[in-house]
């Protein structure tokens, strides 16, 4: 039997996003991939056809083998990939607040004030705790010592590190330990509040011990924010999101919730990944 | 000795008779010794050149320096400019050696005295007040003119500009640049900064390159340059040091890891805001330090300076005494620290040390004063090698990421 026609059998709907009867989703969506296509170098797309939404409130985990574009459509959230001359969408449009952010008028310095990032490997500048925190306040212009002192806290509870670190807010970041300056980075993330936050493979340079912690702060984070999070790790998705989808070779085979996806999925080509016939 | 009754392993090869593991007698191994012997040699005559120049130079340039009463230093050698030294003989038979300065106050305090012979050594007398200063003065220029093209150069070639054949080229040119010789850059400078650069005034001269009258008001923008001045000097040696500082500058930018330009730019910061609050302020001891030693290199530089700037002989400094002209170009004015100062000529060491070294005859009298010379200035360019060596380590302690 083909891979074709045992696709057919598992899942007589071809959608790439299918809802559960049982929940269905009530919460607004915040990012539409509406149909995309994105090459880095012109000739070879990257990212075929990708059609999916992400909710409120929720964790959407983007999972699938090394090379399969699931950080690249990360990065194209918040247009990162901008950094690249030759990159660009070819076909399709993301939408975040019904707006294209590939739209001209689309300011990318304003759009990364609402979606922020953190990245695989954790990079705090070289300054102070605090200042890490307060740098993206600093550079909207906020300098009033009591707005950045009130801020700075809050992220830093947010990100599980203030009992930890409020009496050496002066020291500098680079002399706390990976876990840390990895839950340095995301305090510095949402300190600007935006609405979604994109984590790439937040956990995959450091130890069992602070992976926990951090999957945790997901867990709680995503009830102020939206998380997209691409892992390596597939016992990761599951701990931590709602959501998964799985990316094989720049497509997106398949997205549901996350425990159907794990427990049954509709493509042979989750199965086989998930049950990890490859990887 | 317990040598086992058994076979010795590797018995059935050639070499049963001898130990395997000891060493052969080898052309292979016998041409490594003689490679590392004379590699050693090569360093060690290096070494004992540079010893020889140094030990040459402080032995006949310290004393001319250093005295061995209170205050320790010559200070008469610091403090004063090149001058003629006489020698002379007064009829009770007493010998004098003095600066001309000195001896011109000699004479007026000491009027009936009859002199018998007397000699005037040029360029033997005095200190290297004047040059110290025009080196100083023209280094200056050059850092402050060379730092802010060279680093703008290289922040908009490392993090604005895209790849392609032009970029290219302008790499390829500015490489080629350090290879110029510095004789060229000389003449560049006279015909660029000395003949042709622009000037505001409101009496172009005739020779002028180009004059343009600048509307609403009596002056004109003349391309008749700035004649031979330390601003031209300044200038001159700033292109000649720019590849350097290029070079040193970017080589800092790339060493900032991009996961700083990222981090900034994804907290929503602009490019210029990434670039002077992330990467700038970790790239600059970097900078720094490699400017350092570039700058000491091109403070002993003589052809730049020849025709742009340097005097063999002046006897005021570049403060003192400036003409008051009323009817020049604002360069050309009058008043201490205005554009008057830097249109100032100046001595300079290095050209200080051709002079007295290859102008004048050689002697005797002249002897102190080049030893003197190229000591002080051997001593300063040591001193600026520690100092970047030392912001090097000290920067390095302070910032690891």
């Known amino acids: 039997m083909s891979d074709q026609e045992s696709e057919e059998i598992l899942s007589p709907e071809h959608s790439s996003v299918t809802t559960s009867a049982q929940h269905p989703d009530t919460a607004d969506i915040v990012i539409e991939v509406d149909d995309v296509n994105f090459s880095y170098v012109k000739g070879t797309e990257v990212l075929r056809d990708i059609t999916m939404d992400i909710r409120k409130g929720e964790v959407t985990a983007l999972i699938g083998p090394s090379g399969c574009g699931k950080s690249t459509l990360l990065r194209c ?17 993301i939408r975040i607040l019904d707006t294209d952010i590939y739209d001209p008028k ?40 009591p707005i950045l002192d009130e801020a700075v806290e809050r992220s830093l509870k947010l990100a599980g590190l203030w009992e930890e670190v409020k009496d050496r807010l002066d020291s500098s970041g680079l002399g706390l330990s990976g876990g840390q300056q990895q839950r340095l980075c995301i305090a510095r993330t949402v300190a600007v509040e935006p609405k979604i936050v994109l984590m790439d493979e937040p956990c995959s340079a450091l130890d069992p011990i602070s992976t926990t912690i951090i999957e945790e702060l997901i867990t709680q984070l995503k009830e102020e924010f939206t998380i997209v999070i691409v892992t390596h790790n ?36 989750t199965e086989d990944y998930i049950s990890g016939r490859f990887g | 000795m317990a040598v086992p009754a058994t076979e010795p392993p590797f018995a059935d090869t050639a070499d049963a008779a001898e130990n395997p593991l000891y060493a052969k007698r080898s052309g292979l191994k016998r041409r490594d010794q003689v490679v590392s012997t004379v590699l050693a040699i090569a360093t060690y005559a290096i070494l ?89 003065l023209l280094t200056g220029i050059c850092i402050v ?58 009496v172009p001269q005739e ?136 249109s100032q000529s100046v001595q300079a060491m290095p050209y200080h040390i051709y002079t007295v070294a290859a102008r004048i005859p050689q002697n005797e009298w002249t002897r102190p004063m080049q030893y003197g010379s190229v000591f002080v200035f051997m001593v300063v360019v040591m001193l600026f090698a520690a100092l970047s060596i030392y912001l090097r380590i000290h920067y390095r302690k302070k910032v690891k990421w």
């Open chain 1, 77 to 93: 959230i918040n247009r990162m990939n901008d950094l690249i001359p030759t990159a660009r969408i070819t076909k399709g449009e």
């Open chain 1, 106 to 145: 689309v300011d990318p310095i304003e759009l990364r004030k609402h979606v922020g990032m953190v990245f695989q490997k954790y990079n705090p500048f070289p300054k102070s705790i605090y200042e890490n925190v307060a740098f993206g306040l600093r550079i909207q212009g906020i300098k009033k010592k």
């Open chain 1, 234 to 269: 597939m016992q990761q998705a599951t701990r931590v999101s709602d959501k998964t989808a799985y990316f094989y070779l720049g497509e997106l085979i398949e997205m549901d919730e996350t425990i159907k996806i794990f427990n049954s999925p509709s493509r042979k080509k």
């Open chain 2, 48 to 136: 004992a050149c540079a010893a020889f120049i140094f030990l040459d130079i402080i032995r006949k340039g310290a004393p001319v320096v250093f005295e061995s009463s209170f205050p320790f230093v010559n200070t008469e050698f610091f403090t004063k400019s090149p001058e003629s030294l006489i020698t002379f003989e007064v009829e009770d038979g007493s010998y004098f050696e003095m600066g001309s300065s000195d001896y011109y106050e000699w004479k007026s305090a000491n009027p009936d005295v009859r002199i018998v012979e007397e000699h005037a050594h040029p360029y033997s007398g005095g200190g290297i007040l004047g040059p110290l200063v025009g080196t100083a």
């Open chain 2, 145 to 202: 003119v060379a730092l802010f093209i060279g680093l703008a150069t290289a922040i908009f070639l490392n993090e604005y500009s895209s790849e392609g054949k032009f970029m290219d080229s302008i790499r390829l040119a500015i490489m080629n640049l350090a290879g110029v010789p510095s004789i060229v850059f000389g003449l560049f400078g006279l015909g660029l900064f000395c003949l042709v650069a622009p000037v505001i005034t409101e």
């Open chain 2, 207 to 342: 020779r002028a390159f180009l004059t343009i009258p600048i509307l609403f008001t009596d002056s004109y923008l003349s391309f008749e340059g700035w004649g031979t001045c330390m601003l031209a000097g300044g200038f001159t040696l700033a292109v000649m040091i720019l590849p350097v500082i290029i070079a040193a500058c970017e080589e800092s930018l790339k060493a900032i890891p991009m996961g700083f330009r990222e981090a900034s730019l994804a907290l929503g910061a602009t490019k210029w805001q990434s670039i002077s609050k992330s990467v700038l302020p970790y790239a600059f001891p970097g900078m720094l330090t490699a400017s350092i030693l570039g700058i000491t290199r091109v403070a002993g530089e003589t052809a730049p300076i020849m025709f742009t700037a340097a005097l063999a002989h002046k006897d005021k400094l570049p403060w003192q005494n400036i003409p008051v002209n009323e009817e020049a170009n604002f360069l050309a004015q009058s008043g201490e620290w205005t554009g008057g100062f830097l």
